[in-house]
């Protein structure tokens, strides 16, 4: 089984601040390897099995003219009773429009209703880490609000990426399907 997300990506900076700060994080021993993506992003959408192909020509039209987003990622957060730890960006009118022009244009593809990505029930975010135990939670938060993004982030570009899931549940594999910049 596939599954889809399209995630929208960060500048050059702001990739700099979350791959040290990563780092930093793993050399202290509070953040296990595999805890958080393999790049900072926040998830605009997700889909289950889809016409990929279509999918991207319809990326290509409608992001063709879209412009860099800029954001203030200035919340420190956490989803209760999951163990996630985050960075959540000012909710500026252009993120939120951003946000629902795209489900908008994209309505044929929807095919989960209980996805967390759908306007109304949205809570962007770039995750620190996840699966992270209370006392790393904690130890991290101190850690994250010491060394605060003291800049403006862009989300530059929007990938769409391919998930293969195990009977199971479990990924299998990830890879990006396609890749849109914004101007």
């Known amino acids: 089984m596939c599954e889809y997300a399209l995630i929208a990506e960060f500048d050059e900076k702001t990739n700099d601040y979350f791959f040290k700060l990563w780092e930093s994080l793993r050399q202290e021993g509070m953040l296990p390897e595999k805890s958080h993506a393999k790049s900072p992003h926040i998830t605009i959408a997700d889909y289950l099995e889809i016409d990929s192909d279509k999918f991207i020509r319809s990326m290509n039209a409608f992001y063709k003219d879209k412009k860099k987003i800029v954001l203030n990622l200035k919340s420190l957060g956490t989803f209760l ?15 939120l429009d951003f946000h629902l022009e795209h489900h908008n244009s994209f309505s044929d593809f929807k095919n989960y209703e209980n996805s967390y990505y759908l ?3 949205w809570i962007p975010h770039c995750t620190v880490g996840s699966r992270l135990g209370r006392k790393n939670i904690i130890k991290i938060f101190e850690y994250c609000y010491n060394n605060p993004i003291n800049f403006k982030s862009e989300i530059s570009k929007l990938s769409l990426l391919r998930f293969e899931i195990s009977n199971e549940g479990k990924i299998l594999d990830i890879k990006e399907v396609h890749r849109e910049y914004l101007k």
């Open 119 to 121: 306007p109304g029930n």
């Open 81 to 95: 009773n999951t163990e996630t730890l985050y960075f959540a960006p000012n909710l500026s009118r252009e993120l």
